[in-house]
């Protein structure tokens, strides 16, 4: 049954902007990105936002709705009262391009600087076995679609600028667990998580967790393991060799 929703949309750029109101005809059983298209079509041409997949898949439509960090494709309408307003404006962590599309380059930057994994050489004919417990660990992290929204939706960085510098933020310390959860890897990252990656800045506050839309266990699997690992390291070195020839 079609409606009449009341949105109210970011629209502006890097100088500045403002909150504009929409009525738009939708239907109970389509998402925020359904209205946001619709108005597009037929009020905003030059409306910007960014999607893909429309499957909750690509990450490419993240943005704040109704002030919580959400994928636009995969929030419903009827998870609100028909009189509400919806209101939607760009991630707030960063630099705006245009309306609703934030440049999320940092993320990229920070990507770069991940120290990769590193094997010892395979002999010829050796075969390479893993315990399906590690497996299975690393596939939790490996469901991340690069939404971004918790790098959005950290304190660290989304009230301090002047942090960015410093720290990668949880998509990169879920990057950093992973490799160091690798049973063959032989790097020690984890003076780098802790000094250059900012690790130690993160006060497991859990705010990733809670949006990240693929319900990976950010801040209790990776985060704060990693933290333990630096301790470990910190207190005893034995520990960590411990961990790196299977004793764990
Ligand atoms: Fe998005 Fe979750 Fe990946 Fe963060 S960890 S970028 S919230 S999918
Ligand atoms: Fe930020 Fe997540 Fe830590 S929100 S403070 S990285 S637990
Ligand atoms: Fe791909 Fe929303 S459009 S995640």
Redesign the pocket.
């Known amino acids: 049954m079609a409606y009449n929703l009341k949105m109210r949309l970011w629209r502006g750029d890097k100088s500045g902007g403002e909150l504009k109101d929409y009525d738009v005809e939708v239907e109970r059983g389509e998402v925020v990105l359904d209205a946001i298209h619709r108005v597009q079509a037929t009020q905003a041409g030059d409306l910007a936002v960014r999607w893909n997949c429309k499957a909750g898949k690509c990450?490419s439509c993240s943005a704040e709705i109704n002030g919580r960090p959400r994928l636009m494709c995969m929030c419903r309408l009827s998870d609100f009262e028909e009189s509400e307003t919806i209101t939607v404006t760009p991630m707030r962590t960063f630099p705006v391009i245009r309306d609703l599309v934030t440049d999320v380059s940092f993320n990229y930057k920070k990507a770069r600087q991940l120290p990769s994994v590193e094997l010892p050489e395979r002999k010829p004919g050796e075969k390479r076995t893993m315990m399906q417990e590690d497996v299975e660990r690393g596939q939790e992290f490996r469901?991340?679609?690069?939404?971004?929204?918790?790098?959005n939706v950290c304190h660290v960085v989304r009230d301090h600028e002047d942090n960015k510098e410093a720290f990668s933020g949880?998509?990169f310390f879920?990057r950093f667990a992973e490799l160091d959860m690798h049973p063959l890897d032989t790097a020690d990252r984890r003076e780098r998580a802790q000094q250059a990656a900012g690790l130690g800045m993160c006060n497991i506050t859990k705010c990733?967790t809670e949006?990240?839309?693929?319900g990976?266990h950010?801040t209790d699997n990776a985060i704060i393991p990693m933290k333990e690992r630096v301790v470990d390291k910190k207190y005893d070195p034995l520990v960590w060799l411990g961990n790196k020839i299977g004793i764990r």
């Open positions: 990450g469901k991340c679609i690069e939404c971004f929204l918790c790098q949880p998509r879920l990733c949006v990240c839309p693929e990976i950010i």
